[in-house]
């Protein structure tokens, strides 16, 4: 899957769109096959901050930030009963 992943807190500078593993979605989480993403204040803001950056995705590094999708839903986790594949 493609991403665009920030390796640390700072400038777009730090973005890098990279090739990666399709992530592994834990049972109260479901996958999107992402049509179309927005940016944010909030995501512009922790971005561009380490100490927000790591209060909400933790330390480990890179991550890939943004809260707004809109896609279709591939895979759902077990406990999840509000949506299911196709939604």
Sequence with gaps: ???????EAGGVENFQYVETKKPSIKSNEVLIKTKSISVNPVDFKVRADDGLLSMINGTHRPVIVGWDVAGEIVEVGNEVSKFKIGD
Excluded at 1 to 7: S, T, Y
């Design 1 to 7: 899957m493609k991403a665009i992943e920030l390796q």
